[in-house]
Structures are given as C-alpha cells and as structure tokens.
T-cell receptor
C-alpha cells in the first residue's frame, strides 16, 4: 500500500564505525522525511528531501534521495553513542496531511 | 513552552473497559494525528483530523474512536472492541490543514497502554 520499506531492522556497530539505513518504495515519492526516536522517547523530525538526487548533510549525517525518487538513505559517519535510537523514514501524501512511516532501523552503538 | 502534551504516560486497561488517552497541543496547529507503535512495526496511523469537528480514519481505526471539539485537543478512546490494545500510542500535530511542502510532524511523549 502506502508504506515504505526500511532496512535493516537492527544494526549494531562499534563506536566510530559508519551506519546506513535504507528506505524503499514501489511508487514514486513526492518527498521523504527522516525522524529519530531515542530510547524511551518520541520521534523527532530530522530532515525532508524533495528533489530527485538530492543530498543533504547535517554534521555526520548524510541524507540522499534517489534519482527515481523511489528510495532514500541515511548515512552516519563515525557513529557516537549519542546516535543510538531508531531511525524512521516517512512518506507524505500530496494534498493530504498524511504521513506513512517505515518500520524503522534500530541502531545500537557499543562504546 | 509550546508543545504537545500526552497523558497519562502509562495506562492499564481491564477486560471490557474503554480508556481515553489525552492529547493537548498549544502550537496552534490545525492537523492532529494518532499513531500506534508496536515493536518492529513502525508507526501506524489510527485517526487524523485536519480541522475542528472533523476527523478521518487511518489504516487501523477499528476499535478506536476520537473527537475534535477544540483545536487544541484530540483525545483517543480505546474501546473494548480493540482486542490487542497493548502498544505505545503517539499523538502528533502539523501546522496546516492545507498541504504545505515543508510540513512535518511534532510528536507528544507518548502513552504506554497495557492490558491487565
């Protein structure tokens, strides 16, 4: 249906290693958003990508939107323990205020 | 401080009981939402409302009901018809009822509902 598929479900890394989560859709997306949920917390908006091939950076986080606008990725360089949490991608439905979330990738960082 | 307040943080439901989860926002947002979060399944949309006195079903509305009598408030009732209510419930809001390209969700801190 309207959901987006997200992989992997879990990722355990050593502090300092890189991390990537992927979000895929069978249909063309109008945009993609990324949220982070810390353990015991609530999702917090990180970024939105709109244009085909768009790349945005936030410090150690790099967000990409595919050329066909059917996939997106979030890459964290040199993870830190503060990166621990679940990362969700979300698609939005144009003309309606509806947001559909991926199943999330839970990141654990070992110090 | 502006934000979304959910209460209670933890809630227990007995068999056959209806329970109501509170969600209040002072962000002056038009749109409000209820999501259910189960481990490994992400967030699933229960109900959403784009304006006072109007709301629409999401993907998993069965066993739930909502009201939107005031702009600031969007309570969710988990009825006895919801056979598997144990989950983390998140309320959210967004600015406008009209689609804006940079629309995003603001979440409350959630309510963990468990069945006794």
């Amino acid at each position: 249906g309207q959901q987006v598929m997200q992989i992997p479900q879990y990722q355990h890394v050593q502090e300092g290693e890189d991390f990537t989560t992927y979000c895929n859709s069978s249909t063309t997306l109008s945009n993609i958003q990324w949220y982070k949920q810390r353990p015991g917390g609530h999702p917090v908006f990180l970024i939105q990508l709109v244009k085909s091939g768009e790349v945005k950076k936030q410090k150690r986080l790099t967000f990409q939107f595919g050329e066909a606008k059917k996939n997106s990725s979030l890459h964290i360089t040199a993870t830190q323990t503060t990166d621990v949490g679940t990362y969700f991608c979300a698609r939005t439905v144009p003309n309606f205020n509806k947001f559909y979330f991926g199943s999330g990738t839970k990141l654990n960082v070992k110090p | 401080d502006g934000g979304i307040t959910q209460s209670p943080k933890y809630l227990f439901r007995k068999e056959g009981q209806n329970v109501t989860l509170s969600c209040e926002q002072n962000l002056n947002h038009d749109a409000m939402y209820w999501y259910r979060q189960d481990p490994g399944q992400g967030l699933r949309l229960i109900y959403y409302s784009q304006i006072v006195n109007d709301f629409q079903k999401g993907d998993i509305a069965e066993g739930y009901s909502v009201s939107r009598e005031k702009k600031e408030s969007f309570p969710l009732t988990v009825t006895s018809a919801q056979k598997n209510p144990t989950a983390f419930y998140l309320c959210a809001s967004s600015v406008s009822l009209r689609w804006v390209e940079d629309e995003k969700l603001f979440f409350g801190s959630g309510t963990q509902l468990s069945v006794l």
